[in-house]
T-cell receptor, first 113, second 112 residues
Framework: NAGVTQTPKFRVLKTGQSMTLLCAQD?????MYWYRQDPGMGLRLIHY???????AKGEVPDGYNVSRLKKQNFLLGLESAAPSQTSVYFC????????????FGPGTRLTVT | GENVEQHPSTLSVQEGDSAVIKCTYS??????FPWYKQELGKRPQLIID?????GEKKDQRIAVTLNKTAKHFSLHITETQPEDSAVYFC???????????FGGGTRLMVKP
């Protein structure tokens, strides 16, 4: 999992502020995902990408935007943060369409006050 | 969409005992069922998975069983050790691991 990094590790935002979370991988994997994990709950898929230049909505996409301009980077943007977006955000990667396993990054803890 | 239910939410066992965690899913098209272990403050880590063409898979002390007819799958941990203490998540996917839907998690506590 050393090949997946997330920046920043922690962040505190005020309501209405914007920010971008970065997921970077050096494993040349095609598929990348963004999940959120709320306290005591499982992970929920926000957006995902099946390759450079592609993005798709997951289970809970509202309030977030994503971009995959380079294969190794997947950006998650919050244009106007809300307290309901306080969560831990995990990025995950998957090698290609015929592989099944997703591997997770270390996470970003975001608090919106 | 897919819905995954996981039980129990907490499980306490004595060291050396077995632990069983169960999940049910709603989408009969789901064909991939991974299990993740998450220690406090850490990332989820894949520990075992099973595909819909297999009924059981084992890896040392952990095993997973799948009943496609009943749409449920289970994680079995034998000879539990304190380092097995963590939160375990099941998940299901209808498209080869692409769109994962997670269960709510089970906190396993292994008492020495």
């Amino acid at each position: 999992n050393a090949g997946v990094t997330q920046t920043p590790k922690f962040r505190v935002l005020k309501t209405g502020q914007s920010m971008t979370l970065l997921c970077a991988q050096d494993m040349n994997h095609e598929y990348m995902y963004w999940y959120r994990q709320d306290p005591g709950m499982g992970l929920r898929l926000i957006h995902y990408s099946v390759g450079e230049g592609t993005t798709a909505k997951g289970e809970v996409p509202d309030g977030y935007n994503v971009s995959r301009l380079k294969k190794q980077n997947f950006l998650l943007g919050l244009e106007s943060a809300a307290p309901s977006q306080t969560s831990v955000y995990f990025c995950a990667i998957k090698s290609h369409s015929s592989s099944y396993e997703q591997y997770f990054g270390p996470g970003t803890r975001l608090t919106v006050t | 969409g897919e819905n995954v239910e996981q039980h129990p939410s907490t499980l306490s066992v004595q060291e050396g005992d077995s632990a069983v965690i169960k999940c049910t899913y709603s989408d009969s098209a789901s064909n991939y069922f991974p299990w993740y272990k998450q220690e406090l403050g850490k990332r989820p880590q894949l520990i075992i998975d099973i595909r819909s063409n297999v009924g059981e898979k084992k890896d040392q002390r952990i095993a997973v069983t799948l009943n496609k007819t009943a749409k449920h799958f289970s994680l079995h941990i034998t000879e539990t050790q304190p380092e097995d203490s963590a939160v375990y998540f099941c998940a299901a996917s209808p498209d080869a691991g692409n769109m994962l839907t997670f269960g709510g998690g089970t906190r396993l506590m292994v008492k020495p």
